[in-house]
């Protein structure tokens, strides 16, 4: 499951952790490994956000 688009038919999840620098909040979001590449840099060029852990998940 690929949040970044419901036609998105890449079956490699990742998991992506993202902290709120400003509440502390971490958020975890999944994506395809392409998609999280693209939502990695958005992250970081946000600067209250940063990006805490990216994992492949193998099933
Ligand atoms: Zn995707």
Sequence with gaps: MCER???????????????????GIETVEYYCKA??????CEVEAE???AVVDATKLWS
């Design 5 to 23: 688009s419901a036609d998105c038919s890449k079956d490699d999840a990742c998991q992506l952790v993202i902290r709120n620098n400003d509440t």
């Design 35 to 40: 998609h999280l590449v693209g939502r990695i």
């Design 47 to 49: 600067d209250g956000l």
